[in-house]
């Protein structure tokens, strides 16, 4: 062809193109990623571009300065205006005039990679579900008479080439003053969800709009509710927060909840107005942090157990306290904001995740998508740690998903010296395994107990009590040094060679800390140690529940997930014989996994088809009628484990 050579980096797409085509059609023509709000009509900047000039020997071409027009009106006055940078040009304005390599920046691309955070294993390409687009609409005419509504919808197919555009019914009454206030121009949030599903405008603005507009993503959990927001075209996280779910009131856990809904009338919609009262008020907290308006968050992705799931969407979760286990619906869905309760934008959908069974929720379809076991060459374990443990095992050739009723020990709870993660409290626990004598940390001071000026640091506050992750490295730390048999029990002063140990009723407990004037002494009780052991066999059997199944007796690694998971020590866990023997190098903590998996279906719209894929293809396995629980349960009360060998920990 005679016509000049464009070539785009960094795609390398290239193609011949008359003089005077803009480099937006030709980028649309090669199907390079070049954004683009306004159609070309020289008010976004989005399909901003660097020609780049001099000679490129690998592809046989020299660029000279004249290669593309020069500047325009157009641009000129966008120049003037907002400032183009140097180097710039509008990608719709400049056209060819001869062989070209164009850069498209990141910032002009509409799928970019969303910069990484530590500990997530997998990328992000930018996809999310809604778009703004700016369009001129027609202005009526007495003559050829037709609706506002069709002419902006005629304006929306001809700027996005979709044909079946809709407006969403919120959007019909403030339709008329809004087209009249920007002077028949208008930017319209589409919202497009699955593959083939009718785009939808959610939103108008009149005038050109330049956002940002805003997608939420929480983890709606029994204890805590998470949520990030993020600016669409970017896909940062632009502020993060969280709040206690104030379902708490009617039961720690999920199933006192679910007892508490069977109890009293009416009780689970009581329920269901808590947890959207307190999802309300983190979005408020969450949009005041950004300095963002709520009607500018236009998508929410949610991720949550099934018990959550029921009681937020004002099902009630009866069904999920006896087997079968049904759940009322365990595909993913797709709800108007309004329907849920949401203070939002009126016309955004939520996404929630798909359940995986009726003990295996939505969050852990999340930890599935952040995680990717169905993509890991190597068998990997994923532990999510909570009142309920979710446990995935999987590699390319298959997942199985199970969770377990751990109870709530490991979040301190039935422990007698146990309290949630605050200042005050023993995270870390070290025993001399010669003297027997412990140190620990507090949460919220940066001394080890015997260290110098410990008392001080810890002030007014004390040492109040010991958290989940205390608890578990104190019982291991009592273990190796002999102070607690494989059984689980405690040994006498005499037994153990230290006067910290000492009768407690029929059995012994032992003395972490003496106390001082204001607060009392932290004992660990033989009762405390039941707990742990209880805890500790669920989860582990969950996992060799599914090991079994795979007709395994190892796994390469192991992720431990969840708050919890990111705290607690690997080397410690495995002591207890809470995951299966694996080098403790393969034992790594992913932080919330759930949080992310929401993030990231919230971000790229392939990855909701992915994981509602995924979900279909899991084995899932009940624990609760599964024979072999029983017996794994039993063996594995014991620390580590009655009858599992656990050579990385021997050697
Ligand atoms: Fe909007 Fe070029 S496409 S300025």
Sequence with gaps: ????????????????????????????????????????????????????????????????????????????????????????????????????????????????????KRAEVREITLDPTVHLTYVEVVEPDMHKPSGDLERLLQALRVATGENNIELDTHLLR?????????????????????????????????????????????????????????????????????LMNPQIRFGEDLMSRVSYAMMNKGGDHEMTGAVRA???????????????????????????????????????????????????????????????????????????????????????????LSEAPDRSEDLVLVVDVGTNAEILLGDRNGVQACSSPT????????????????????????????????????????????????????????????????????????????????????GSAEQTGTSRCFADGRTHSYRLWDGDADHGPITITNGDIRAIQMAKAALYSGARLLMDKRGVDTVDRVVLAGAFGAHISAKHAMVLGMIPDCPLDKVTSAGNAAGTGARIALLNRAARTQIETLVRKIEKVETAVEPRFQEHFVNASAMPNAVEPYPVLRS
């Design 1 to 116: 062809s005679s016509d000049p050579l464009v070539i785009f980096t960094p795609s390398g797409k290239r193609g011949h193109f008359p003089v005077g085509t803009p480099i937006l059609t030709a980028a649309r023509q090669l199907g390079v990623d070049l954004d683009s709000v306004c159609g070309g009509r020289g008010i976004c900047s989005k399909c901003q571009i660097t020609p780049s000039y001099g000679e490129f020997p690998k592809h046989g071409v020299t660029v000279h300065d004249t290669a593309l027009s020069e500047w325009n009106a157009v641009e000129e006055r966008y120049d003037q205006k907002r400032g183009l940078p140097k180097g710039r040009r509008l990608g719709c304005q400049a056209t060819v005039q001869g062989d070209v390599v164009i850069d498209v920046p990141p910032e002009s691309q509409v799928h970019k990679q969303v910069v990484r």
């Design 174 to 242: 403030p339709l008329q003053p809004i087209l009249r206030k920007g002077n028949w121009t208008v930017t319209a949030a589409i919202h497009r969800g699955r593959d083939g599903a009718t785009p939808r405008v959610i939103a108008l603005w009149p005038g050109y709009f330049d956002g940002p507009v805003y997608g939420l993503a929480v983890d709606l959990g029994s204890t805590t509710i998470a949520g990030h927001l993020c600016n669409l075209s970017t896909g940062e996280v632009v502020a993060s927060s969280g």
């Design 278 to 368: 307190g999802l309300n008020q983190l979005v408020t907290d969450i949009a005041s942090e950004a300095g963002a308006d709520k009607s500018q968050i236009l998508d929410a992705v949610f991720v949550m157990n099934p018990v959550m799931h029921h009681l937020f969407l004002g099902i009630d979760p009866f069904e999920l306290g006896q087997a079968p286990f049904a759940l009322a619906t365990s595909d993913a869905l797709s709800l108007n904001a309004t329907d849920i309760g949401l203070d939002i934008a009126p016309g955004t959908r939520a996404y929630i995740l798909p359940c995986i069974a009726g003990h295996v929720g939505a969050d852990a379809a999340g930890v599935a």
């Design 407 to 490: 109870g709530p020990a490991f979040e301190g709870a039935q422990i007698s010296a146990g309290q949630r993660a605050a200042p005050g409290a023993i995270e870390r626990v070290e025993i001399d395994p010669v003297t027997k004598e412990p140190r620990f940390r507090v949460i919220g001071v940066d001394l080890w107990s015997d260290e110098d000026g410990f008392d001080a640091a810890i002030g007014a506050t004390g040492v109040t009590g010991i958290c989940g992750s205390g608890i578990i490295e104190v019982i291991a730390e009592m273990r190796m040094a002999g102070i607690v048999d494989a059984s689980g029990l405690i």
